[in-house]
Nanobody, 126 residues
Framework: QVQLVESGGGLVQAGGSLRLSCAAS????????LSWFRQSPGNEREFVAA????????YYADSVKGRFTVSRDNTKNTLYLEMIGLQHEDTSVYYC???????????????????WGQGTQVTVSS
């Protein structure tokens, strides 16, 4: 059974930082593109960041470039999202997801992902 379990969310002041983790089990992470998405009430789930199987290529939404860093440790079956300079607009539930695709145009599409975590809440106070 595939499980993705996020942790590290919480309440932080604007300008602060958080580090999210996603522990994967039941699959071989190095065979998957691993990504972060987020969703706030009333909005669609949006792409945040992705890292390809070998960890050598990363991709970011324009809204988080320069502030967020995605990384993975395949030896620990864990995905990370380092977030600095958090803004009120970053408030959301953050989800990690795994996809077998490496097609660049599909990486930012939530429909390309077969496996999802339960999400972790990030709240940024202004």
């Amino acid at each position: 059974q595939v499980q993705l379990v996020e942790s590290g969310g919480g309440l932080v002041q604007a300008g602060g930082s958080l580090r999210l983790s996603c522990a994967a089990s039941g699959l071989t992470p190095r065979r998957y593109t691993l990504s972060w998405f987020r969703q706030s009430p009333g909005n669609e789930r949006e792409f945040v960041a992705a890292v390809r199987r070998n960890g050598g290529h990363t991709y970011y939404a324009d809204s988080v470039k320069g502030r967020f860093t995605v990384s993975r440790d395949n030896t620990k079956n864990t995905l990370y999202l380092e977030m600095i300079g958090l803004q009120h607009e970053d408030t959301s539930v953050y989800y990690c997801a795994a996809s077998g695709t490496e097609i660049l145009s599909s990486i930012s599409n939530a429909g390309s992902y077969a496996y999802w975590g339960q999400g972790t809440q990030v709240t940024v106070s202004s």
